[in-house]
């Protein structure tokens, strides 16, 4: 078990159909959170396809930082037109590009957070040593593409792997997150919990994300 004592950050993941809906959605959720993800999906890289129309948020001021979850392929030809934007943070897949290092130099030279995906399939000696030149690592729990899966334990070990080797990084989770799976993953080593389904399919918004809170302080 991880005994360190960084704190953990609870994250809502949107999926959107369009603007109006991720508009919606984020009104919910941010007088809860400081952080709220978007899952963009281009229906190559992933099999689902969401609301992705970057310049729809340029004039839009929401009351949390965004970051944006680029479940596509080639993003480092797309990340500029999301930074434009306005979102504060890029994760994109280490599995969707040949260059992850221009990408991670384009959020450098706009002074903003970027983060690595890794699906849990994929073995984390994958992501070479990039963990030393990013500001997060996002494992998932479920193949990315749909909300409601269900939490693959399997990469339990990947997270305890990646903390034992790097004690200081961000490690978030993202998919089929729950208070259960979400001490799992915070046990193992995590310290951000991206949940999407738990959160939204919730009929009081509030206590779910302090479900998660909770057992997350009590670490």
């Avoid at 399919?201 to 302090?210: F, H, N, P, V």
């Amino acid at each position: 078990m991880y005994t360190g004592h960084m704190s953990v950050e609870i994250i809502p993941a949107i999926i959107a159909k369009n603007f109006k809906e991720l508009k919606e959605k984020i009104e919910i959720v941010e007088q809860y959170v400081r952080w709220v993800q978007l899952d963009i999906m281009d229906g190559n890289f992933v099999p689902n396809f969401t609301w992705n129309k970057p310049a729809e948020l340029k004039y839009y001021d929401p009351g949390v930082f965004l970051e944006a979850h680029l479940m596509i392929s080639e993003p480092e030809k797309y990340v500029g037109d999301w930074i434009d934007a306005g979102v504060k943070r890029i994760i994109f897949h280490i599995e969707a590009t040949s260059d992850p290092h221009a990408i991670i130099q384009i959020c450098r030279n706009k002074k903003i957070d970027v983060g690595v995906a890794i699906n849990p399939e994929t073995d984390i000696e994958q992501i070479g040593a990039i963990d030393e030149l990013v500001d997060m690592i996002l494992i998932l729990g479920v193949t990315p593409g749909f909300g409601g899966q269900k939490f693959k334990s399997s990469i339990v070990s990947k997270i305890k792997a990646l903390r034992k080797r790097n004690p200081h990084l961000t490690i978030g989770v993202d998919g089929g997150m729950n208070p259960k799976t979400a001490k799992q993953a915070i046990e193992a080593g995590a310290n951000v919990i991206v949940a999407g389904s738990y959160i939204f399919g919730s009929e009081d918004i509030e206590k779910a994300i302090d479900k998660i809170k909770t057992y997350a302080n009590s670490q």
